[in-house]
């Protein structure tokens, strides 16, 4: 059963920085390429990076040149590190095995970005 466990959210100013931490269980960690999502009030979830097992990386032009996706095969653990953050990076941010398995989103991490 796959399980995701986010967190480092937070309230930040914009131009601030945040760092997400997803834990993640019931597959392979290291063979599996990971994503990070997030939804944003009254939107649909959206794509933010990705990651493959071998360490590529895509990124949503919205976040490009200002988020990295990186993650630890050791820990299981994926990693967002986002800077520059703007007030429309406001949302609950998800992890994810990518494609996601049927029911298998987490409770997700909220970012607030105040102007």
């Known amino acids: 059963q796959v399980q995701l466990v986010e967190s480092g959210g937070g309230l930040v100013q914009a131009g601030g920085s945040l760092r997400l931490s997803c834990v993640a269980s019931?597959?392979?960690?290291?063979?599996?390429?990971m994503a990070w999502f997030r939804r944003s009030p009254g939107q649909e979830r959206e794509f933010v990076a990705h990651?493959?097992?071998?360490?590529?990386?895509i990124y949503a032009d919205s976040v490009k040149g200002r988020f990295t996706i990186s993650r630890d095969n050791a820990k299981n653990t994926l990693y967002l590190q986002m800077n520059s953050l703007k007030p429309e990076d406001t949302a609950v941010y998800y992890c994810n095995y990518n494609p996601p398995p049927a029911d298998s989103w987490g409770q997700g991490t909220q970012v607030t970005v105040s102007s």
């Open positions: 990651i493959w097992s071998s360490g590529h990386t």
């Open positions: 019931g597959r392979t960690f290291s063979l599996n390429a």
